[in-house]
T-cell receptor, first 111, second 114 residues
Framework: AQSVSQHNHHVILSEAASLELGCNYS??????LFWYVQYPGQHLQLLLK??????LVKGIKGFEAEFIKSKFSFNLRKPSVQWSDTAEYFC?????????FGKGTRLHILP | EAQVTQNPRYLITVTGKKLTVTCSQN?????MSWYRQDPGLGLRQIYY???????DKGDVPEGYKVSRKEKRNFPLILESPSPNQTSLYFC?????????????FGPGTRLTVL
């Protein structure tokens, strides 16, 4: 069955800490992976995406993600978080004509 | 400005009273979809549309209807709302279905069914 799993439901970090949010997917077709971010009170917006080529993709605001095919993973990373990164983060896969989202990870950054 | 708009943004209604949430995009996108967001469950796709007059069920279609008579509009219809449809709803569009096409989301509609 097609699915996306995000392991961390709620993460609390201090400013300047490093971040890694886990995402694993289950999909048998061509993989196109996304991370979206939802800041408090706002709609979702794209952070970054992978569809082919270099498995390390860079997005906005210093975020990056690495696609590891053998592990079915697409983890999101940022070397040094800021208070403004407080948000909910969603991993997603384009599964044919459907789009499957993970349950999201709430990230809270302490100033 | 390229955007997806939804109306209303907030709605409180009672069980059984038919309602429609409108969604419109001005980017000439072929693909449109509706999601509901619930705490702990993330976003779940309700319905999607590949193009005008082409719609299909997502993962949680029960209790919802959609139509796509024009490319820009994709309304969500709740014929007989129930309290378990209380949720935050997002409309989204993308240039085409699948592949590397990212979703552009509307601002959301918070629906409460009493």
């Amino acid at each position: 069955a097609q699915s996306v799993s995000q392991h961390n439901h709620h993460v609390i970090l201090s400013e300047a800490a490093s971040l890694e949010l886990g995402c694993n997917y289950s999909y048998g077709g061509t993989v196109n992976l996304f991370w979206y971010v939802q800041y408090p009170g706002q709609h979702l917006q794209l952070l970054l995406k992978y569809f082919s080529g270099d498995p390390l993709v860079k997005g906005i605001k210093g975020f990056e993600a690495e696609f590891i095919k053998s592990k079915f993973s697409f983890n999101l990373r940022k070397p040094s978080v800021q208070w403004s990164d407080t948000a909910e983060y969603f991993c997603a896969v384009n599964a044919g004509n459907k789009i499957i989202f993970g349950k999201g990870t709430r990230l809270h950054i302490l100033p | 400005e390229a955007q997806v708009t939804q109306n209303p943004r907030y709605l409180i209604t009672v069980t059984g009273k038919k309602l429609t949430v409108t969604c419109s995009q001005n980017m000439n996108h072929e693909y449109m979809s509706w999601y509901r967001q619930d705490p702990g469950l993330g976003l779940r796709q309700i319905y999607y549309s590949m193009n005008v007059e082409v719609t299909d069920k997502g993962d949680v279609p029960e209790g919802y209807k959609v139509s796509r008579k024009e490319k820009r509009n994709f309304p969500l219809i709740l014929e007989s709302p129930s309290p378990n449809q209380t949720s935050l709803y997002f409309c989204a569009s993308s240039l085409r279905a699948g592949g590397y096409n990212e979703q552009f989301f509307g601002p959301g509609t918070r629906l409460t069914v009493l």
